[in-house]
């Protein structure tokens, strides 16, 4: 016999608003009417039954992943990670775009608490850290970058020893005309917070004219690379975000027939063949580690050691 939610509600003795809170795992149903249900469901093995087991087991082997845009090449190897490993565990990924929408990831947070998923894993974030502490009392979260003083675990490489080694050696070279590259300000992203501390310890404040944001791949480093290549003062070397920006800057140059030192981040094989410095940021890894600490549901921090790499 093939039960629909109205046949639950029957055998239950339960009313189809009850029911329906039970499949879709609402928190206010007493543990006697949720017990009553589903065991109406495994009697009859009413679809969809991996439903009614995540119920009882209270795991639905469905982690999510907060990724600002599946169309960001930076973000493929921390997901690549976090696939082979999932894979490994029989587990199952839902990839969660956010767009750095406060909202849409409030939202993602939420179905955490309405236990949608084991757990979340954070790629890049737009809310304080601190808000994000308060939803790990409904599962586990584990961020992609170094989380502080806060209760939030996290997995992340150690970025300013390569910065500091990069601007250092720059230094050294005599070079001082450098322009910077970041995705979002200073004020709310890492990444661009410790670049900053990096290039003042070496060179002190930086020129502004020196400086392009929101710029996150190949368009965006086009727009820096003819926005850069226009100054009066062209920049001698330009220290970029990530690979595909660093990439896009040396090829405009190279058109227009001048000559600059591009320095990118992550280390992805556009980089390896176009001959570009970079630093490996161990992203791969981090996507790995990052899935590791969500199945274990313990808090902790592992720090990776980033590498500049000289081509």
């Known amino acids: 016999m093939k039960l629909n939610i109205k046949d639950i509600a029957k055998f239950s003795g339960c009313s189809v608003s009850t029911v329906s809170r039970v499949l879709n795992q609402h928190p206010y149903v007493s543990e006697e009417k949720k017990e009553r249900i589903l065991k109406v469901i495994a009697e009859h093995d009413y679809a ?84 994000i502490e308060k939803f790990t009392k409904y599962g586990t979260i584990v961020c992609c970058e170094d989380t502080g003083d806060y209760l939030v675990s996290g997995v992340y490489v150690d970025r300013l020893a390569a910065y500091n080694q990069v601007f250092a050696e720059l230094k050294a070279q005599g070079k001082n005309k450098i322009a910077l590259t970041l995705g979002r300000s200073q004020l709310i992203s890492n990444s661009a917070r410790l670049t900053f501390e990096a290039y003042q310890k070496n060179f002190g404040p930086l020129n502004p004219d020196y400086l392009v944001d929101n710029c996150y791949d190949g368009p965006g480093g086009i727009i820096a ?87």
Request: hydrophobic content about 40%; charged content about 25%; proline content about 2%.
């Open 48 to 131: 969809p039954n991996s439903q009614a087991r995540d119920l009882q087991s209270g795991e639905s082997k469905t982690i999510g992943v907060i990724v600002p845009a599946i169309s960001l090449i930076y973000f493929d190897q921390i997901i690549n990670g976090i696939l082979e490993n999932a894979f490994e565990k029989g587990y199952m990924v839902t990839l969660l775009p956010s767009n750095y929408d406060k909202a849409k990831e409030k939202y993602y947070f939420t179905q955490l608490k309405n236990k949608r998923f084991d757990g979340i894993i954070v790629t890049s974030r737009v809310h304080e850290m601190a808000e």
């Open 225 to 311: 690379g003819d926005y850069f290549s226009q100054l009066k003062d062209v920049p001698e070397v330009v220290f970029t975000n990530n690979d595909e920006t660093a990439v896009a800057i040396f090829q405009v140059f190279q058109r227009k027939g001048l000559t600059v030192q591009v320095i990118g981040q992550s280390n992805m094989y556009v980089s390896e063949a176009m001959g570009i410095s970079t630093i490996d940021l161990q992203l791969s890894e981090i996507g790995r580690l990052a899935f590791d600490l969500v199945c274990t549901k313990e808090y902790q921090k592992i720090c990776l050691k980033s590498e500049y790499i000289k081509r």
